[in-house]
């Protein structure tokens, strides 16, 4: 039998395109990674709807989603919805699936939904026991939240804190904490101003140099932004984080505070202390008590008085008498303090 030259061409051009077309249908089917920003769009709603119900800040779960998940990208949750981290333990009653993470195959909750795992979230911080000192925070107050979910052992990484609060002020994530926090976060998302010019407008004060000769015992912050260093507060004191290579005459220049007041606010008493990358920093004298609803602190395992202090906004001195403490003697694992 005889094949034309034609038949021969058509047919190699169709062995072609069948040879291709699986690796094209393949390509196709593959899922487009999902960005940081689209993450938050996708599911900012249910974390500002837990905020509300359970007192948990927007952004630390969505800080929470965008890390254990890797924005939604990473193989557990895209097998299980599971955008959380969480482990089964042994009252999981639902679907399973196995995961290697600091061991291998370790068993992880499996959820229909990414809004399952979302709600799974909050309910598992409201009711496990060991998060309960997380909800004397305010809900805005990401920072202590960041600090607290680590020291209750939410994950094993060295840095979880840190990681926490960098996803939460390079995406602004706090504005989702505040008021209208969907609106504001919308706004910022449209405008994408540089971060000082953002704080500046949102400021009260228009004029952010201070005039000489201010009293450090009396000084008050009254801006979100001064210097290059954003402002939180904690038991109505300010603080700042101080950053890489810091100083406490750098920070001490910048807000108009003697160095050594700089230190006696932090109850340092060593005159060559100088700060850690990202140690929380009071630029004003701490309170005598807490002010919130908590009256005591259970200690947890390596913690100082000085821990306690810096953690509450609560001169130290103040927690020494109050619970009648020898000065440098470690703190008991469980033991109860007086903080009010």
Not at 27 to 48: D, F, G, L
Not at 120 to 145: G, M, V
Not at 261 to 274: I, V
Request: hydrophobic letters at 30%; proline letters at 4%; a neutral charge.
């Amino acid at each position: 039998m005889i094949i034309s030259k034609k038949a021969i061409i058509f047919g190699g051009f169709l062995l072609f395109c069948l040879s291709v077309l699986p690796f094209d249908t393949v390509a196709q089917s593959r899922p487009t990674r999902q960005t940081r920003e689209e993450y938050i769009e996708r599911y900012k709603h249910i974390a500002i709807d837990q905020m509300e119900r359970y007192g948990i800040p927007a952004s630390i779960t969505m800080a929470q989603g965008i890390l254990e998940s890797d924005s939604g990208n990473s193989r557990l949750s895209l097998s299980s919805n599971n955008h959380f981290g969480i482990k089964c333990k042994k009252n999981w009653t639902g679907e399973k699936v196995y995961h290697d993470d600091d061991e291998k195959g370790e068993c992880f909750r499996a959820y229909p939904s990414v809004e399952a795992s979302y709600e799974d979230h909050a309910t598992f911080l409201d009711q496990q026991p060991r998060y309960d000192s997380l909800f004397r925070y305010d809900a805005d107050d990401y920072h202590s939240w960041a600090r607290g979910l680590k020291a209750c052992g939410y994950a094993t990484a060295p840095d979880y804190a840190q990681r926490l609060i960098k996803i939460i002020e390079d995406a602004k994530l706090y504005l989702l904490d505040r008021p209208n926090g969907d609106r504001l976060y919308a706004q910022h998302r449209q405008e994408q101003k540089n971060p000082d010019d953002w704080f500046a407008s949102q400021s009260s004060t228009t004029d952010p140099h201070y005039p000489a000769g201010v009293d450090p015992d009396n000084y008050r912050v009254t801006i979100n932004a001064h210097e290059g260093y954003n402002i939180y507060r904690q038991n109505g004191v300010h603080y700042i984080l101080a950053k890489e290579n810091d100083s406490f005459e750098k920070i001490a220049e910048a807000f108009r505070i003697s160095a050594r007041n700089l230190r006696k606010f932090n109850d340092l008493k060593d005159p060559k202390a100088q700060p850690m990358t990202h140690e929380v920093i009071y630029i004003e004298r701490k309170k005598s008590r807490w002010e919130g609803n908590a009256r005591h602190h259970i200690c947890r395992e390596g913690e100082t008085a000085y821990a306690v202090a810096q953690a509450y906004a609560i001169r130290m001195k103040r927690i020494e008498k109050m619970n009648r403490l020898e000065k440098g003697i470690p703190l008991e694992t469980g033991r109860t303090l007086r903080i009010k």
